[in-house]
């Protein structure tokens, strides 16, 4: 079953209440774009896209208040416009990627271990609970802390806590200068150097290290992206060229790349075959190359690592990603949907008990986005 977009939280709240009066799950979405993000779930589809708009917007005070509903792509340009940008880069993956969306899936792009990530941002918010209240939490300036832990904790919570209808964001100027550079190193080598640099007072911004395919020799590559005062820009440039040989790149010709680094539109994940997984792997940033016989794509300076692999790999890929106290995420099921694979890794006893805790808070009759984390 699914319902028309709505134009007014009011709707949206009677759809609540008379979900958690009949126990009926509800499907909740924004754009749709990540519906292949977590377990499948079932129950009646209830949208925010016709809660769209920007609310405010105060240049000066780098803070920007939006409905949940609004395209990204349209609160990016009112931010460009302004010189300003979501330091985060939150990923689309489609035209009708929206913020709420953004906010609740908690993704962020190639930035994120430079800048820090969706819920660092999240300076307040407006949802509705599992029992139709319409509850406000956080602010819109970064003094204002009533609340501010409870709007953070729905950064990432996948729909499961509660339907967001507005949301207030720090943001921030764009740099002024940017770089790109690109180095011939394998793997290894391209994690030793991000490292070494990581502990430097550099304009590090984003990293990208993959085996390029698309080309006859198929090199290994690692892209550096600078970001700040253009004398610390430049500065850098000279300095890493010269370290590892590196050559700088064109802006327009990179930007592009990284906008598709960012939306996952890059040839590395067009699936080899349909019946492979997209796992990402969050490790820490020092972690070496880890022994999987799965050619990677690695982002945020070595804490994030794609690769594709078959489903039934699920327990090896979690090994290797546990021996450096990092975790995997089946990302992307393929064909199949991957039966009977957890999406996510597990988490703790304590972990598992706040969460539990917190979804009888906000949910109590279990209708949000049920058996989708």
């Known amino acids: 079953m699914s319902s028309s977009p709505t134009e007014s939280?009011?709707?949206?709240?009677?759809?609540?209440?008379?979900?958690?009066s009949a126990r009926q799950p509800l499907r909740i979405t924004g754009g749709d774009t990540k519906a292949f993000y977590g377990q499948p779930t079932d129950g009646e589809t209830l949208s925010t896209t016709g809660w769209a708009g920007i609310m405010s917007h105060e240049p000066s005070e780098l803070v920007v208040t939006v409905r949940a509903?609004?395209?990204?792509?349209?609160?990016?340009?009112?931010?460009?416009?302004?010189?300003?940008?979501?330091?985060?880069?939150?990923?689309?993956?489609?035209?009708?990627?929206?913020?709420?969306?953004?906010?609740?899936?908690?993704?962020?792009?190639?930035?994120?271990?430079?800048?820090?990530?969706?819920?660092?941002?999240?300076?307040?918010?407006?949802?509705?609970?599992?029992?139709?209240?319409?509850?406000?939490?956080?602010g819109?300036?970064?003094?204002?802390?009533?609340?501010?832990?409870?709007?953070?904790?729905?950064?990432?919570s996948m729909g499961t806590l509660g339907i967001l209808t507005d949301i207030s964001l720090k943001v921030l100027p764009v740099a002024p200068a940017e770089a790109t550079l690109v180095f011939a190193l394998a793997q290894h080598d391209?994690?030793?150097?991000?490292?070494?640099?990581?502990?430097?007072?550099?304009?590090?911004?984003?990293?990208?290290?993959?085996?390029?395919q698309t080309q006859p020799d198929a090199p290994e590559l690692l892209f550096v992206r600078l970001r700040g005062a253009v004398a610390a820009v430049e500065a850098a440039c000279e300095r890493l060229s010269r370290e590892a040989g590196g050559r700088r790149m064109d802006n327009a010709e990179t930007g592009p790349d990284w906008a598709a680094c960012r939306d996952q539109t890059l040839p590395f994940f067009n699936a080899p075959t349909p019946d492979l997984c997209l796992w990402r792997l969050s490790v820490p940033q020092t972690a070496t190359v880890l022994s999987l016989p799965y050619a990677p794509l690695t982002e945020w300076h070595g804490a994030q690592r794609w690769l594709w692999a078959p489903?039934?790999?699920?327990?090896?890929?979690?090994?290797?990603?546990?021996?450096?106290?990092?975790?995997?995420?089946l990302f992307r099921a393929g064909a199949d949907g991957a039966p009977g694979v957890p999406r996510f890794h597990r988490q703790t006893a304590?972990?598992?008990?706040?969460?539990?805790?917190?979804?009888?808070?906000?949910?109590?009759?279990?209708?949000?986005?049920?058996?989708?984390t």
């Open 9 to 20: 939280p009011r709707q949206l709240i009677e759809q609540v209440r008379a979900a958690a």
């Open 69 to 138: 509903g609004t395209p990204l792509v349209e609160l990016e340009a009112a931010l460009a416009e302004q010189g300003q940008c979501l330091p985060f880069e939150p990923p689309r993956f489609g035209a009708a990627s929206t913020i709420g969306g953004a906010v609740a899936a908690g993704l962020a792009g190639p930035a994120r271990a430079s800048a820090g990530g969706v819920r660092d941002y999240v300076l307040g918010v407006q949802f509705i609970d599992g029992r139709g209240e319409w509850l406000t939490f956080g």
């Open 140 to 156: 819109q300036v970064m003094k204002n802390v009533a609340g501010y832990d409870v709007s953070r904790v729905l950064a990432g």
């Open 190 to 212: 391209a994690l030793e150097q991000l490292h070494r640099w990581g502990g430097q007072p550099l304009p590090l911004n984003a990293s990208c290290w993959v085996k390029d």
């Open 311 to 329: 489903a039934s790999a699920a327990a090896e890929i979690r090994s290797a990603a546990a021996a450096v106290n990092g975790h995997a995420t």
């Open 350 to 372: 304590v972990i598992d008990t706040i969460t539990q805790r917190l979804r009888a808070e906000f949910d109590p009759a279990g209708i949000f986005n049920p058996g989708r």
